[in-house]
């Protein structure tokens, strides 16, 4: 099987669930904006060279995928993508939430900060405004009636958070604490 099928030709693109869509459908521009930052976040894996770190990215890109599984789903398909995927649940905001307040403890900031301390630092706040891109998308999805989980709104305004501290902790060599 090839990657090129030619499906997309015409302009649309198959959902998850729910048929095909126009490619600058709300589906799509939320989950393409989270396949950046889940890109993005590829390439501050590549440049770490501390452990803990990049199997931290490792573990936030697999999660970004059940946000992405739910953000291509189609209005009420969701029965369907919990037979077949997990989905963003409360408690992966809150260990999102949890594991900021640890980096939190460890920097404090005393003012604004410009990007690009570290090369690793720069991929992971790259990864933080493409995430912030997709909430944007994410918010129009919901308000359309398109977005069944709230959650995911929660956990990517989370994420951002937690990608604005992981940063901070690529610029200051210190080891990401679970």
Do not use: W
Not at 36 to 55: P, Y
Not at 80 to 102: C, G, R, S, Y
Not at 130 to 155: C, F, I, K, T
């Amino acid at each position: 099987m090839s990657i090129v099928t030619r499906g997309g030709d015409g302009g649309e693109t198959s959902l998850l669930y729910g048929g095909r869509v126009p490619k600058d459908d709300l589906h799509t521009e939320a989950y393409g904006a989270l396949d950046e930052a889940v890109s993005a976040l590829g390439l501050a894996r590549a440049l770490e060279g501390d452990a803990a770190r990049a199997q931290r990215l490792l573990e936030l890109q697999r999660e970004l995928f059940t946000v992405g599984a739910e953000l291509a789903t189609g209005a009420g398909q969701r029965a369907k993508l919990e037979k077949h995927f997990p989905t963003v649940t409360a408690a992966m905001v809150d260990a999102l939430e949890e594991q900021t307040h640890a980096l939190e403890s460890d920097h404090i900031l005393d003012g604004f900060v410009i990007p690009g301390g570290t090369a690793v630092a720069a991929a992971i706040d790259l990864a933080r405004t493409l995430v912030r891109r997709a909430e944007r998308r994410a918010v129009s999805l919901r308000r359309a009636g398109q977005l069944d989980n709230p959650e995911v709104l929660r956990y990517l305004n989370r994420c951002s958070d937690f990608l604005f501290m992981l940063a901070r902790d690529a610029e200051h060599g210190s080891t990401v604490r679970k």
